[in-house]
């Protein structure tokens, strides 16, 4: 297992959107998590992400916000390490009920923030059009589906 790893996102759209993600790399696909809140909800969220290539063996992580400004920190995180083909299955325990942004990066180039060739998806929207609003409703309990297509980051 990796050391705590800080990372900014930036997402450009018409605007920049800069997030500032950290958590525990895992070396496999049981992924840790973060709830910053330190708040414990009884719902699971888990879905499954569709890279545009296959990145076996890279670090990816998946984020619940309240927002899209990360500067002020983010609701959970979880991190793991892609397996071979284009699908990634992913789950963060114990999220508290409301309406969030998910949103995932895959590190294909690594480095402190996403660049070209680095994959980035948000449910919802795209890297062109994300989301205005927080889109992602989880309840009081049980378990809630978000499935998130990735892109290639272009032309940053």
Do not use: H
């Not at 569709?50 to 927002?67: C, E, F, H, M, R």
């Not at 996403?114 to 449910?123: A, E, M, R, S, V």
């Amino acid at each position: 297992m990796k050391n705590n790893v800080y990372r900014t996102i930036v997402v450009s759209t018409a605007a920049v959107i800069v997030v500032f993600i950290s958590g525990i790399f895992s070396c496999d696909n049981d992924s840790s998590t973060s709830n910053e809140d330190n708040g414990a909800g009884s719902t699971t969220v888990n879905g499954t992400l569709t890279l545009p290539a296959p990145a076996n063996g890279v670090d990816y992580s998946v984020i619940i916000d309240n927002n899209l400004d990360g500067d002020d920190g983010f609701i959970t995180i979880t991190n793991g390490t892609c397996g071979p083909g284009i699908t990634v299955n992913y789950a963060i325990e114990n999220v508290n009920a409301g309406t969030y942004y998910i949103y995932a990066i895959v590190w294909v180039i690594g480095g402190n923030a996403p660049q070209n060739g680095d994959y980035l998806g948000i449910f919802g929207g795209t890297l062109n059009n994300p989301p205005a609003q927080p889109n992602a409703v989880i309840p009081d309990s049980g378990t809630v589906i978000f499935n998130i297509v990735l892109e290639v980051i272009q032309g940053w």
